[in-house]
């Protein structure tokens, strides 16, 4: 396993990761920041009232978007299975 192919492997790792990851952590992001504008501008300091939206936003997130988190992760572990006879060699 030469280092090109092991640095190849961890650069689209990554780049799935990042992938997979950035929509649920943007509509986590931005019900945050809209609860956030909320709570200061009403002055309700109530720790539910962030947790429990973002924790919906995220739910909703991932069943619009599950099917195609679990496609791009297949995929690429298709892809990786698959290269294990070129990066043994």
């Known amino acids: 396993m030469t280092p090109e192919s092991v640095m190849t492997l961890s650069h ?3 780049r ?3 992938l997979l ?3 649920l952590l943007l509509v986590a992001l931005v019900v945050g920041l809209i609860v956030s ?3 200061a501008a009403t002055q309700i300091n109530e720790s539910t009232l962030t947790f429990i939206p973002k924790l919906a936003a995220v739910a909703l997130t991932l069943v619009i978007a599950g099917p ?3 496609t ?3 995929d690429y572990m ?3 299975l698959l290269n294990i006879p070129n990066v043994a060699n």
């Open 12 to 14: 689209d790792a990554m």
């Open 68 to 70: 195609w988190m679990l």
């Open 78 to 80: 298709r892809q990786v």
């Open 16 to 18: 799935v990761v990042l």
């Open 72 to 74: 791009t992760m297949t």
């Open 21 to 23: 990851s950035s929509p």
């Open 37 to 39: 504008l909320f709570q």
